[in-house]
């Protein structure tokens, strides 16, 4: 599974101190089932702990996610700054999803060499669920 991440979501990432080990390891628990809000339509909102504390006052983050391929981070919050994000909001993560999650390797390399996206990098496969179904399949 390949792991990015936007210019908006980098900007983020860096402002709150996060990883990309700390992405790799949210990414991961999507692989395994735990996934604390399918928005609907490859939208994941998924939690990220800060440093030294737990997940509850984190940071809130909206991950496109399409199983065994390709997660793309696309935007971050504290959870102090707000407690959720609005409706239009959630249908553009809709429409950004169905775009970016059908590219083909050609647009994937389009987009790294413009700057758009950004590998994470890990060095450690992303778990995949056993069954090879989609966590979010029930």
């Given at each position: 599974m390949r792991?990015?991440?936007?210019?908006?979501?980098?900007?983020f990432?860096?402002?709150?101190?996060?990883?990309?080990?700390?992405?790799?390891?949210a990414?991961?628990?999507?692989?395994r089932?735990?996934i604390?809000?399918?928005?609907g339509?490859?939208v994941i909102?998924?939690?990220i702990a800060?440093?030294?504390?737990?997940?509850?006052?984190?940071?809130r983050t909206?991950?496109l996610?399409k199983?065994r391929?390709?997660?793309v981070?696309?935007?971050?919050?504290?959870?102090?700054?707000?407690?959720?994000?609005a409706n239009d909001?959630?249908?553009?993560?809709?429409?950004?999803?169905?775009e970016?999650?059908?590219?083909?390797?050609?647009?994937?390399?389009?987009a790294?060499?413009?700057?758009?996206?950004i590998e994470?990098?890990h060095?450690e496969a992303?778990?995949?669920?056993?069954n090879?179904?989609?966590?979010r399949?029930?």
């Amino acid at each position: 599974m390949r792991i990015f991440k936007t210019r908006v979501f980098v900007r983020f990432a860096r402002k709150v101190k996060r990883s990309d080990k700390a992405l790799t390891g949210a990414v991961s628990e999507v692989g395994r089932g735990l996934i604390n809000a399918d928005l609907g339509g490859g939208v994941i909102k998924q939690r990220i702990a800060r440093s030294g504390g737990g997940k509850s006052g984190g940071f809130r983050t909206i991950i496109l996610f399409k199983a065994r391929t390709r997660a793309v981070f696309v935007y971050g919050f504290e959870k102090s700054a707000r407690d959720n994000i609005a409706n239009d909001e959630l249908e553009e993560f809709r429409r950004l999803a169905d775009e970016m999650l059908s590219y083909r390797d050609e647009e994937i390399e389009t987009a790294l060499a413009a700057g758009a996206l950004i590998e994470v990098q890990h060095d450690e496969a992303v778990p995949q669920p056993d069954n090879g179904r989609d966590p979010r399949d029930g």
